[in-house]
């Protein structure tokens, strides 16, 4: 079992920049790989990015594309979304969750653990 505990979100302007956290507690993640997803009111929750545990490698949604990247401290076993150059049309709710190695990135439903959220919302 694995927990995972979102942080960091809040109200910024538009251009602002935020870093949310993502605390992963219990089992060891080494064969997975951390997702971010962000789902806005009336809107089906979206890709925007990931990373593996093991070496790094992280990908992202055209949507953010220079200017999120993520990143992951192993030793404290957080992934961390840097988001900068916001715009308003990025206010959602970011939640991070788990994916075995080898599943898909992109599928809700190849994901194993999911955090509770956390709001970020970006004034115009």
């Known amino acids: 079992q694995v927990q995972l505990v979102e942080s960091g979100g809040g109200l910024v302007q538009d251009g602002g920049s935020l870093r949310l956290s993502c605390a992963a507690s219990?089992?060891?993640?080494?064969?997975?790989?951390m997702g971010w997803f962000r789902q806005a009111p009336g809107k089906e929750r979206e890709f925007v990015g990931g990373?593996?545990?093991?070496?790094?490698?992280?990908r992202y949604a055209d949507s953010v594309k220079g200017r999120f990247t993520i990143s992951r401290d192993n030793a404290k076993n957080t992934v961390y979304l840097q988001m900068n150059s916001l715009k308003p049309e990025d206010t959602a709710i970011y939640y991070c969750?788990?994916?075995?190695?080898?599943?898909?990135?992109?599928?809700?439903?190849?994901?194993?653990?999911w955090g509770q959220g956390t709001q970020v919302t970006v004034s115009s």
């Open positions: 969750a788990a994916l075995r190695l080898g599943r898909n990135w992109y599928r809700l439903d190849d994901y194993d653990y």
């Open positions: 219990g089992r060891t993640l080494s064969s997975y790989a």
């Open positions: 990373v593996t545990w093991s070496n790094g490698i992280s």
